[in-house]
């Protein structure tokens, strides 16, 4: 039942780092305009390179390590003490790296300042501390009260195309004070530690193993708008974020669970509970797959009106890059168990590394001929192709661990649900307004349709509530 809750806190807290752009994008896509959205993409994606270096690989490794010492007070503070020593000298590190980039930046030097706070929120970082123990409650709750916070900031002070600076620095701030604000309530998780104990060689080199993927990652997800913004223009990097964003909000919604998982898994398979650790991932699957193409099914179906409808007039083109980035989801999807679960909760970084490296070395390279040619569908185009690639290698990687028929077992049946709940909503879009209450119908109509399907199909997830439930009136 712990796994349960965590699961539910987990997936609030990735929500919640989606839903404040997410939330606000209506009003602040009016406000700003294209240009305004180009400029902070732009330079919230250089940023994000530097603050890679300043993490360290910290989040995953810290997380994976503190959980291997759950139940050792005075080894998780040794370990605490020596990852945060290690992360603010790298975060320290990274801000001299920005400051002589920054000397070299003649263009939005401003911006670039402001963006620079997620180079402090990188140093006094420990959300990977509260997760590895599994105590998801502290970092929800203050995340959420800031969050809050920060939406009726962003609609009470961003009222003019001038105001970028100021949404800037409302979304970076608060960051800094959500990372800030979970400090206090280590005293009760930590006992004292001489600094004469502490050993920070034996964390440096797996720690920087797993920031090599992460470099990988970040990159590929941020290169898109870096490239479109070298190459083409502010507006078009506006357009394929307002896209991806929304792709990503629904994959965040989708795969948020994924957090939960990893400390259970990496005590499963400490204590050698192998076949335990596998059928978990297994229906780690199942739960990505029901979700994943709902949420592949839905973006689709409204595409054609939503981006009007919530980005306003001048962002057209944001419905048809919707429409054809929804598909990555489920690749998305699996590639987060394999990858983030699996090859995570048994040390299998090679195979993290060379997967990340991959997706972003074929990133660049189709980049460079497709954004040139067809801007911001370039690049949608590249994250698609790059995105089944990855996948496929990471498949062929737990090829001796898993077999195909488990992984995929009756795919068929969220398909078949998918397509025939896709039908309802593209049918009531296509002969209604654009209008909340008709895409809350729509919303309704196509889940109520999917979930009813999977039921008269027998979908695999049907038995897997069934037996959480019937656990749970056991308990």
Known sequence: MKLIKNMTLSTF????????PLVTAPYVSRVLGSSGLGINAFTASILSYFALFAALGIQAYGNREIAYHQND??????????????????????????????????????????????????????????????????????YTILNLIIVILTFVLVRRPGDLWIYILLMMGSFLLANLSVWPFLKRELVRVSIKELELRPHIGPAVALLVPQIATTAYMNINKSMLGWMDSSSSVAYFTQADMIVRTAFTAVSSFAAAFLPRLSNLFSEGKIEEGKKLILQSLQLMYVMSFLAIAGIIGVSSNFAVFFFGKGFEAVGNLMAIEASVILFFGIAVVLRSQYLMAVRRTKEITIASILALLINIIFNFPLIPLLGALGATITVMFTEAMVTFYLLWTVRQNFRYRD??????????????????????????????????????????????VLYLIKAPIVSLIASIIQSRKKA
């Not at 807290?13 to 404040?20: H, I, N, P, S, T």
């Not at 401003?110 to 970092?139: D, H, K, P, R």
């Not at 009756?410 to 397509?419: S, V």
């Open 73 to 142: 007070v005075k080894a998780r503070s040794k370990i605490f003490w020596e990852l945060v020593i290690l992360q603010a000298a790298a975060s320290l590190i990274a801000i001299l790296a920005f400051f002589i980039f920054l000397a070299f930046q003649r263009q939005y030097q401003v911006y670039f300042l402001l963006q620079a706070l997620t180079l402090v929120s990188a140093m006094v970082n420990i959300s990977w501390f509260f997760m590895g123990l599994e105590n998801f409650e502290i970092i929800v709750f203050r």
């Open 13 to 20: 807290y990735q929500l919640m780092g989606v839903l404040v």
């Open 407 to 452: 992984l995929f077992h009756q795919i068929w049946k969220y398909l078949i649900a998918a397509g025939l709940a896709y039908l309802v909503v593209v049918s009531i879009n296509q002969h209604s307004s654009a209008t909340l209450i008709s895409f809350v119908i729509q919303a309704l109509s196509g889940t109520a349709v999917y979930v009813l």
